[in-house]
């Protein structure tokens, strides 16, 4: 594979690490000093032109100003979406969504043990949780990036691809609605815009 579309696909982990840690865990003062005080998040490592992502990019460049007022907004949003303590307005797994979506053929585990992988987290997060199956998906891109013959590059780009439509575009794109209609904070909606456009691109990218 050539240097380029490896930098790429690193740049995309890099995004899909960076949104599905803040899904998964309540935002830390770290997080938002590395991604929003650093000014990461204006200068995005990705060029995309896909709309979905040039929106995602404008609305979290518009978002987190004010570092102590945002982390406490963040907090705040993080408990009323997604936190099982919570409110839980638009839980992120898979399966709240998937009675909805004849796309749904196996469970994620199944996935993950046919790649050997184990996801280590905390025992009340389920293996359909938007945060680990983002973590899956970049593993996936890992070891494409380390194939070198042609055969074993297609193969995989087809598993990507497969896992892709049954375990994220399958549900992401209701999930993401719910986002825009719920979130208080356009972190969040950003976030959520974010990981729908970084999966789309992906999937365009390996067909």
């Known amino acids: 594979m050539d240097k380029d579309k490896v930098n790429l696909f690193k740049a995309y982990n890099m995004l899909l690490y960076f949104s599905g840690s803040m899904i998964m865990n309540s935002p830390t003062e770290e997080c938002i000093v590395d991604f929003w005080t650093s000014g990461s998040l204006k200068k995005l490592p990705v060029k995309s032109s896909n709309p979905r992502f040039i929106n995602a990019a404008s609305v979290l460049r518009q978002s987190c100003e004010d570092k102590n007022l945002c982390r406490k907004m963040l907090n705040e949003d993080y408990l009323r979406l997604f936190d099982k303590n919570g409110s839980g307005l638009v839980p992120a797994l898979g399966s709240h969504y998937k009675s909805h979506n004849a796309v749904f053929h196996e469970s994620p ?97 390996l067909s």
């Open 109 to 205: 585990d199944e996935f993950y043990r046919s790649y050997g992988w184990q996801p280590e987290i905390k025992p009340d997060i389920p293996a359909d949780h938007l945060g680990i199956e983002l973590l899956f998906l970049t593993r996936l891109t890992d070891r494409y990036m380390q194939l070198d013959d042609e055969p074993s590059c297609r193969e995989m780009r087809g598993e990507i691809k497969r896992f892709i439509d049954h375990h994220l575009l399958s549900w992401v794109p209701e999930w993401n609605e719910k986002i825009q209609a719920n979130a208080h904070t356009l972190c969040y909606k950003g976030i959520a815009t974010l990981i729908y456009a970084c999966v789309e691109d992906i999937y365009a990218i």
